[in-house]
Each structure stands twice: as C-alpha cells, then as structure tokens.
T-cell receptor, first 116, second 115 residues
Framework: ETGVTQTPRHLVMGMTNKKSLKCEQH?????MYWYKQSAKKPLELMFV???????ENNSVPSRFSPECPNSSHLFLHLHTLQPEDSALYLC???????????????FGSGTQLSVL | AQSVAQPEDQVNVAEGNPLTVKCTYS??????LFWYVQYPNRGLQFLLK??????LVKGSYGFEAEFNKSQTSFHLKKPSALVSDSALYFC?????????????FGSGTRLSIRP
C-alpha cells in the first residue's frame, strides 16, 4: 500500500447528480493533488494543494470543486458532470512541492468514474 | 513550455529478453526526469528519477534509465524482462529551474511481457 487511500473505487453517476470523491493520506505529507487519467492521454493535473492552500488550478471546469480541510484529506466535489468527464481520478501526495529535488508522488488507486 | 513524449503506445517483449521503453522531453531549464509504473487497478508507483549526476539511474525492480542530454531522452531499460513487469509505464518531467513548475506526465506505454 502507498499510504494514500481513495474512496469510492468505482462511481456511476447521472449528469444531474452531486457526488464527492475522497482521498486520505497517512504519510504526513504537505501537498496533495488531483489528476485525471483518460485512456491514451497524458495524465492531467487538475489541482494542487500545499499546506491546505490551493496553489494550482489547471483551468478545470467549475463543475469540479476541490476541498482540502486539512493536510491529510482532499475531496473532489462533482456536480452536473458530462459523459466526457468519465475517467480514472487519481489522488496523490508529496512531502513538499517546493523541494523539487526530492519530489516523489505517492498515488492512491483511483476512483473510476462513469457519467451516464 | 515543458513536455514529454512516449512514442510507443505498446511494447511487446518475450520474457528473459531486454526491454526498452522510450521517452523524450522538452524543458527550458535543467530537466528533472521520472518514471512511474501503474499495475492493473492501482495508482502510479515511483520507479526512479534523474536530478543530476550519473546519466545512468537505477531504480526499483531492476529497472534503470539513461539520461541523454544531446538526444533529450530518458529511456527506461531492463536487461531481462519478467512477466510481472507487464504494466503501464509513465515518463514525467519537471523544469528544474523553477520551483513553481509542475510535473508533466506522458501518455503512457503499455508493456506486455509474454512467457
């Protein structure tokens, strides 16, 4: 296990639903990330939180709303998604994103999201 | 702008043979380079990284990667493939000049090792 836990593992939702993805890390890290993984596409960085402050937002549509209540927990709130949002959503953490020489990401197993 | 390319969607190798998974990159400063592996139904796992120093970097599970500055490449290699090496491999790069830069991942290469 990597020390990063994501729930649920699978999620099916309609376009009008509201749901949330949860991520928890037990590594004492200071930074947490949301990535989107679609088949045969580069991993897309969505959001970065460092010390609970959002430091990166890659022009992600507002139907995705992140929340980081503390350094161990990260949520991704989903609302009125589109079918093209179907993908594997990965959470990751790292010790300190400012220390680029020691940077190493620890990933959760992901939430496989299907939007109908 | 930084970018990374993995030109092969899939690489097929017989067990016991050497394997190479290709990666080329583009950054404006010094490259920080990474390889990650993803096994089925799992998240990505760190394999190895190049920051500075020796061009040949050794990592987990017997993998190594060679940094070639003139060819802007960072190919992943293993002398003798195992069936258990079958997985999705991601190359990633970060522009080392800027602490504000982020890690950019490639699209992944699926490695299939046949018995």
């Amino acid at each position: 296990e990597t020390g990063v836990t994501q729930t649920p593992r699978h999620l099916v939702m309609g376009m009008t639903n509201k749901k949330s993805l949860k991520c928890e890390q037990h590594l004492g890290h200071n930074a947490m990330y949301w990535y989107k993984q679609s088949a045969k596409k580069p991993l897309e960085l969505m959001f970065v939180y460092s010390l609970e402050e959002r430091v990166e937002n890659n022009s992600v549509p507002s139907r995705f709303s992140p929340e980081c209540p503390n350094s161990s927990h990260l949520f991704l709130h989903l609302h009125t998604l589109q079918p093209e949002d179907s993908a594997l959503y990965l959470c990751a953490s790292s010790q300190d994103p400012r220390d680029t020489t020691n940077e190493k990401l620890f990933f959760g197993s992901g939430t496989q999201l299907s939007v109908l | 702008a930084q970018s990374v390319a993995q030109p092969e969607d899939q690489v097929n190798v017989a067990e016991g043979n050497p394997l190479t998974v290709k990666c080329t990159y583009s950054v404006s400063g010094n490259p920080y380079l990474f390889w990650y592996v993803q096994y089925p139904n799992r998240g990505l796992q760190f394999l190895l990284k190049y920051i500075t120093g020796d061009n040949l970097v050794k990592g987990s599970y017997g993998f190594e990667a060679e940094f070639n500055k003139s060819q802007t490449s960072f190919h992943l290699k293993k002398p003798s493939a195992l069936v258990s090496d079958s997985a999705l491999y991601f190359c990633a790069v970060r522009d080392g000049y800027s602490s504000a830069s982020k890690i950019i991942f490639g699209s992944g290469t699926r490695l299939s090792i046949r018995p």
